[in-house]
C-alpha cells in the first residue's frame, strides 16, 4: 500500500519557467490538499480537493494551479515560477468519517526557484 | 476562517526534561489530530482525540483534549532525543472550507544532550 506518491522529490527551476507537482494516493480518500512548508510558517493552505472535479482556494493561492484529473490525483502547477515560491510542497490524503480524521501525507517536493 | 493558536513556535529541553505543547482555538472543534514531522521528512499522524476531556497515552506521550473542545496538549515525558521534530495539531470543525481542518503552526522541539 503506497499510500501518498508525490513527485518529484526535487527541483530547481529558473525564475520564469513553469512546472507541475504530481500526487497520487490509493486510499480512496474524497479529500486531498496541498501546503507548502516554509520556515517558521507551519502548513499553509495553497489549495484543496474535497470531492473528484472540485478544487478550492485555501489560504496563499496566488501563482498556482490545481487540477483534480481523478480521484486518485490532484496536481499543482506553477505556471511562472517565482523565487518568492521557493519551499517544500506537500500533499495530503485526508480520510474524512464520523469516526475520525487522519491526514496522510506525500514525501514532499523540495523546491528552490533562482 | 477558523484559526488554530499553538504555543510555543520553539521550545529548547535537555534531554531527560519534560515538553509540553498547547493549541487553542476560538470554535468549539468536532476532533483535534497531532502529527510529529522528524526533520526533513513529512508530517505523520500521532493520534485523535474526539470527547470532550479526553486523555490519551502513548508511551512517554500523553494527549489531552479540553472539557470544552476547545484546546488540546501534548506532553512528552522524559524526552529522548528520537522526540526531535515538530509537533503539529490540526483541528476539525464542522462544516467550513477545507473541510474544515485547520492545523497549527507547530512547536519545534530541539533538545540537547
Known amino acids: 500500500n503506497a499510500g501518498v506518491t508525490q513527485t518529484p522529490k526535487f527541483q530547481v527551476l529558473k525564475t520564469g519557467q513553469s512546472m507541475t507537482l504530481q500526487c497520487a494516493q490509493d486510499?480512496?480518500?474524497?479529500?486531498m490538499y496541498w501546503y507548502r512548508q516554509d520556515p517558521g510558517m507551519g502548513l499553509r493552505l495553497i489549495y484543496y480537493s474535497a470531492s473528484e472535479g472540485t478544487t478550492d482556494k485555501g489560504e496563499v493561492p496566488n501563482g498556482y494551479n490545481v487540477s483534480r484529473l481523478n480521484k486518485r490525483e490532484f496536481s499543482l502547477r506553477l505556471e511562472s515560477a517565482a523565487p518568492s515560491q521557493t519551499s517544500v510542497y506537500f500533499c495530503?490524503?485526508?480520510?474524512?468519517?464520523?469516526?475520525?480524521?487522519?491526514?496522510?501525507f506525500g514525501q514532499g517536493t523540495r523546491l528552490t526557484v533562482v | 476562517g477558523q484559526q488554530v493558536m499553538q504555543i510555543p513556535q520553539y521550545q529548547h529541553v535537555q534531554e531527560g526534561e519534560d515538553f509540553t505543547t498547547y493549541c487553542n482555538s476560538s470554535t468549539t472543534l468536532s476532533n483535534i489530530q497531532w502529527y510529529k514531522q522528524r526533520p526533513g521528512g513529512h508530517p505523520v499522524f500521532l493520534i485523535q482525540?474526539?470527547?470532550?476531556?479526553e486523555v490519551k497515552k502513548q508511551k512517554r506521550l500523553t494527549f489531552q483534549f479540553g472539557e470544552a473542545k476547545k484546546n488540546s496538549s501534548l506532553h512528552i515525558t522524559a524526552t529522548q532525543t528520537t522526540d526531535v521534530g515538530t509537533y503539529f495539531c490540526a483541528g476539525r470543525y464542522s462544516g467550513g472550507g477545507a473541510d474544515g481542518l485547520t492545523f497549527g503552526k507547530g512547536t519545534h522541539l530541539i533538545i540537547q544532550p
Open positions: 495530503a490524503s485526508i480520510r474524512l468519517s464520523t469516526g475520525g480524521t487522519e491526514a496522510f
Open positions: 482525540l474526539v470527547k470532550s476531556g
Open positions: 486510499m480512496n480518500h474524497n479529500s
